[in-house]
């Protein structure tokens, strides 16, 4: 006589099922993997799940920003950076720098920003508020460097120490800096690189046009933009600068 084979399937199915809920922890749910962090291409994973955030900056800055912050390495600053990159740009220009700024007592912020960079940078003054800074520098890089020194001369949340302009244009499409530096009494620091046309003698005019109450201009050699000037020499200038103008301890 033929043997029915349902009471073997049944029990086949019972251990499949058994090993399946097992192992899983508290309800025989599944563990959910950790949720990915965004690195914007450029931090490593410990940065961007320390620092990484997306900021507020409202509707004219283009409203919610890849950002990144970092506390000094002394922790609790009071006197904060904010960053502004270069059209086509991104927060990522300055990334190699933040080691530096840090370790010298600096909190940084860098944003990107498509939009009005001078509402951006005021949300990122608002953020560092909560943060405990009390003042701010201004670091842009040609575009973002027009957009801070217009920032800089504009009722903004946190007083604004100083400037630091690299291969800032003239002018740009809503940032007019060239206006701008007869106005900000601001400390400026303006820097370009001699074949870097027309930014170098773009440095130099607003230069003499400005009545920061103590400016200074440094050419250096080379043709690179922007951010670059940071590593290609400028770096150990701009912090001096500022030790000097906006130092750490506030």
């Given at each position: ?6 009471p073997v399937a049944l029990a086949a199915t019972a251990l499949l099922l058994t090993a399946c809920s097992s192992g ?58 904010i960053f502004s990159h270069q059209a086509d740009g991104s927060l990522c220009e300055w990334a190699p720098d933040f ?47 027009a957009a801070s020194l217009v920032a800089a001369r504009l009722d903004n949340p946190l007083p604004v120490k100083a ?88």
């Open positions: 006589m033929k043997r029915s084979t349902l899983s922890g508290s309800g025989g749910a599944a563990a959910s993997p950790a949720p990915s962090v965004d690195t914007y291409g450029c931090l490593t994973q410990e940065q961007a799940a320390k620092g990484a955030f997306t900021l507020d900056g409202g509707t004219a800055a283009g409203n919610y920003l890849d950002a990144y912050y970092r506390d000094s390495d002394a922790g609790h600053a009071k006197v904060g950076v080691d530096r700024f840090t370790g010298a007592g600096y909190a940084v912020l860098a944003v990107t920003c498509s939009g009005d960079v001078t509402e951006a940078i005021k949300a990122a003054e608002r953020h560092y508020q909560g943060k405990g800074v009390t003042q701010v520098v201004l670091v842009g890089a040609s575009k973002g460097a400037v630091v302009s690299l291969s800032s244009p003239e002018a740009y499409p809503l940032f007019n800096a060239a206006l701008a530096v007869t106005v900000v009494r601001t400390p400026t620091y303006f820097a370009a690189e001699e074949l870097d046309s027309p930014f170098a003698g773009n440095a130099r005019t607003l230069y003499d046009a400005s009545v920061a109450e103590d400016k200074q201009l440094k050419i250096y050699p080379g043709g690179n933009h922007g951010a670059l000037l940071l590593r290609d020499g400028a770096l150990p200038d701009v912090l001096g600068y500022l030790a000097e103008h906006a130092p750490a301890g506030g």
